[in-house]
């Protein structure tokens, strides 16, 4: 459908002449109309869903029964939607908004970028960052909610590949082609981090799985394929993940695969049980903090 809204005139005082002022004037005002268009987008919509007002189940003309408002947070700040519920004298009623808002209080747009920002900072600052910049509102608490929501699903394909490599022995399909002149690199590290709940520390694990070369498509050779993986769990559970991605990455076709590792024990045994044909690496920097040990 197309949404039509006219934004009319977008006003604001200019205290000084200046642009970095007429930016902000304009970016502050073009939020109100955002907010007041956002509400008229949705009356629009539910116009829409409700379509000539007949009811479906005995044709009478379907009216107002009831008006409910719901907060819903969108890039341009919170709104309040009146959601109207329709009924008919038979019984049947209707709210046409009910699949079209989000079933939490923020909209997708907002969640993502949300989202985004916890990728890479923490969830206060995500969402004192998301504020600042957006003027949308979502609380650290609900981010932190919606990134665990979120890791399930993130999960769910490495997780079901590794099952059904260790439980029912299908190999994984490789996404990445290899010939014997390739090498992989799988390179594994694990980190302590606190944790605010407990007082105690757990361990992160972190993998990255990359190729020198992949043959992208026929004659097209491109390092395409850097893969990171995450997980706090154990190290059979990592390990065995960080297997089946590997062989995804092409590693029963590459011609050598090399582990890079700090030297930890769970890393030594898992390149021993899990990655038996490649060839183990202390990493660089763990090396010469070994030599330095042996040789002060
Ligand atoms: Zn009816």
Known sequence: MIVRIDLGVVEFELRDLTTALVDKGLEDAVREAHRQAAVAALAQVEAARIGSRTCPECGETLTVAKTSKRTIGLLCGPVRVPVRT???????????????????????????????????????????????????EISHGTLQRLAKAEAARIDAPI????????VNGVQPDELAARDRSDTLVV????????????????????????????????????LVDRVAYAGIETAEVFGQRMSAMAMEQGMLSAGRTILIGDGAGWIRRMAKDLFPDAVYVLDLYHLKHRIRQVFP
């Open 187 to 222: 390179a594994v590290h694990g980190g302590f981090v606190p944790d605010r709940a407990t007082g105690y520390d757990f361990e992160a694990k972190c993998g990255v799985v990359y190729g020198l070369k992949a043959e992208v498509s026929k004659g097209r050779v491109e």
């Open 86 to 136: 329709w009924g008919c004298g038979c019984g049947h009623t209707v709210r046409p908004l009910a699949g079209v808002l989000p079933k939490g209080r923020h909209s997708l747009a907002l969640v993502e970028r949300g989202l985004f920002l916890a990728t890479m900072i923490g969830y206060q600052r995500s969402a004192e960052t998301l504020s600042h910049l957006t003027a949308g």
């Open 159 to 166: 997780a079901e590949t590794t099952r059904e490599l260790y």
